[in-house]
Nanobody, 125 residues
């Protein structure tokens, strides 16, 4: 069956960096757009960034777009998608999830096909 497994979360000081990974299995990876979402305590899950199946198109939420803080990338040969997070802020603290979507709906930030279990990112000041 399809599995998405996130890793790379942890505890980091404000201004620091983390690189999240999401390993996919059981799917034709290149056929899926991949997205990263996050959910902070007491808040709704929010879109962070997404990348097309080919890797040529990328979209970012306004909250992370500034100064190139976050960068999404993928390696279709390794069935993996990554989220490089720099200049982290306490407000970036959340559980980060990766998701896969095969339809054009990914362009609207809608990911319905598959979700991972999440990885915790905690940024302290």
């Amino acid at each position: 069956q399809v599995q998405l497994v996130e890793s790379g979360g942890g505890l980091v000081q404000a201004g620091g960096s983390l690189r999240l990974s999401c390993a996919a299995s059981g799917m034709t990876f290149g056929n899926y757009a991949m997205g990263w979402f996050r959910q902070a305590p007491g808040k709704e899950r929010e879109f962070v960034t997404a990348i097309s199946g080919s890797g040529l198109r990328k979209y970012y939420a306004e909250s992370v777009k500034g100064q190139g803080r976050f960068t999404i990338s993928r390696d279709n040969a390794k069935n993996a998608v990554y989220l490089q997070m720099n200049s982290l802020k306490p407000e970036d603290t959340a559980v980060y999830y990766c998701a896969a979507e095969s339809s054009f709906l990914w362009l609207t930030g809608s990911f319905d096909d598959y979700w991972g279990q999440g990885t915790q990112v905690t940024v302290f000041s």
